[in-house]
DNA sequence: CCCAATATGAAAATTTTCTTTCATTATAGC
DNA sequence: GCTATAATGAAAGAAAATTTTCATATTGGG
């Protein structure tokens, strides 16, 4: 429910006080309040049957010194509090500051992952998926912060049977590796904030030899988005905070569901196949039922 | 990934043909997007410094008639895809069944951290904390699926300068490992499902020689955490399907938010001092505004 | 039902936003 | 380094949004 708003506020002390045409402005503002921080004031008249004049008025008796006034009034509060990105913010700086409380990285967490699905489409989802099934041998790159998840990813991935290299590496390291990717293959790359000299080598080499890139990334800035051919995208919290994972986790889980889903059977075959393995030359020499992993 | 904008696609077609100051406002309206949406061409002009001439220029190069239509097709995809609740609603509706729908994803992803919440207390989180702080060295242990967490944690935590070693061996090679280790340093170790030779080594080692233990796990069966000084417990779903680490990534986050905070200035202070050392030594040559990383 | 007080809409006046023009500055090709 | 071409900003001009005015309509007490 909307609160806090001064103007919000000002209609509910004031509704009652109201002339006719300008309960019927309230009532559609309170209604409508995210529609009504894009409209003009002619197109609201319009939309509500009543004289620009008269919202002009209403304005005024909500001591406001006009209609644009009033919006700018509903627009910072609409930006403030119904905003994914402010409602994130201010849900973590509202919460008792105990550093010890799970609840509280949590809470910020599946905020982070709700405003993830507005990010990430299916279309690019079901690209990458595609993109992974088809290639040949998949890069997995990712460097300092991000080595946990190229490594999550990978090892997913080569548990399908999937031919996937991981690669944290930097400096001129880089061009080595890059030697034996070809144009079949594919490249995912996990980059956040601002690109760097080793993100800029490996998008230009990749440019040069034809190879597909996949980026999961948080920033949309095109010069580092424009030379990938699919990109994930998803923000991870305000800058200055500490930047969570768990969004680029659940990228890389979706990755594995659509993997896993295109494969069917053979997904399971292949990780049955592994324990089998497992079972008789490395762990069947020990106690009992207890010899798995998960999966 | 903002999509299906006409304005958002042809910003990134035409960008590299835009001149200087027009690249300047296709940056700031796709890092901003929530902004443009609400401001006049003259207070954007303020904003970016830039003319309101190369404004409507810059428009016009989109294949708008002028600012105004610019903008509106901006609100259009704003209030489509970026509107709180919309997209979420949105995706799940159309594609209840699709491998390919994040949104799904992200919904389970969700639940299991709801759960998570009810399976760690504050007390261990304190007291896992203090441990990590009271260590000599953290050696951290994860295998296999859970090498990306302990990646996750000892990249963290060796950030604010504190001493870790991340572990990722298994076999024989564990014993050589452990040597090292003695009770004044801190062992943490993931271990999900079942109890597997390499952690029952772990184990016996860290009990015979008082090494604290901070066991991450999803399991309570005694035999698996009995010889834990810590238990940090969270489910990943149920058996059978793909286990998620969105959870214990959580977790990592819960650890180091707790140490950052206690370390409080001094946190602050090994980040920077990181920061200024990168740039001194390794990007400072290179092209502006862009040399740094995340944290 | 009538009258005063208040509310309303149409249209004019004002303000703000947006576009175009034109002189100046920057850029790319030679 | 020079020149042709393109890009830019300041300011004028056009368009749109907002406010005010004023004549008319509505409302609520007597």
Chains 1, 2 share one sequence.
Not at 13 to 37: M, S, T
Not at 145 to 170: D, I, M, P, T, W
């Amino acid at each position: 429910m909307i609160r806090q708003s001064d103007s919000y506020n000002r209609i509910l002390e004031k509704y009652d006080e109201l002339p006719r045409q300008q309960k019927k402005i309230a009532d559609y503002i309170i209604r409508h309040f995210d529609e009504v921080v894009f409209l003009s004031i002619t197109k609201l008249a319009n939309v509500l049957q009543v004289s620009e004049a008269t919202i002009v008025r209403f304005a005024q008796n909500l001591d406001h010194k006009g209609f644009p006034e009033l919006k700018k009034d509903l627009v910072k509060y609409y930006r403030d509090y119904l905003t994914p990105g402010e409602r994130m913010k201010r849900s973590i700086q509202t919460m008792p500051d105990d550093p010890f409380n799970f609840a509280r990285v949590v809470e910020s967490e599946i905020e982070l992952l709700k405003s993830a699905v507005n990010t990430i489409d299916s279309g690019s989802l079901k690209q990458a998926v595609d993109a992974i099934l088809r290639a040949n041998t998949v890069y997995v790159f990712g460097n300092s912060g991000n080595e946990c998840l190229a490594n999550h990813l990978s090892f997913r991935l080569s548990r399908f049977k999937l031919k996937v290299v991981q690669q944290s590496v930097s400096g001129k390291n880089l061009f080595e590796k890059m030697l034996v990717i070809d144009k079949n293959d594919l490249i995912i790359d996990y980059h956040f904030y601002k690109s760097t000299i080793d993100f800029r080598r490996l998008m230009d080499v990749a440019e040069e030899k034809s190879i597909p890139v996949l980026l999961v990334t948080d920033s949309i800035l095109p010069p580092m988005i424009k030379k990938a051919k699919i990109v994930l995208h998803a923000e991870r919290g305000p800058a200055g905070t500490f930047h969570s994972q768990v969004v680029p986790v659940a990228i890389n889980n979706a990755l594995i569901d659509g993997v896993a889903s295109r494969l069917g059977d053979n997904a399971v075959k292949a990780l049955s196949e592994l324990s089998e393995i497992r079972k008789r030359h490395y762990y069947s020499d020990f106690s009992g039922n207890d010899a798995g992993e998960d999966i």
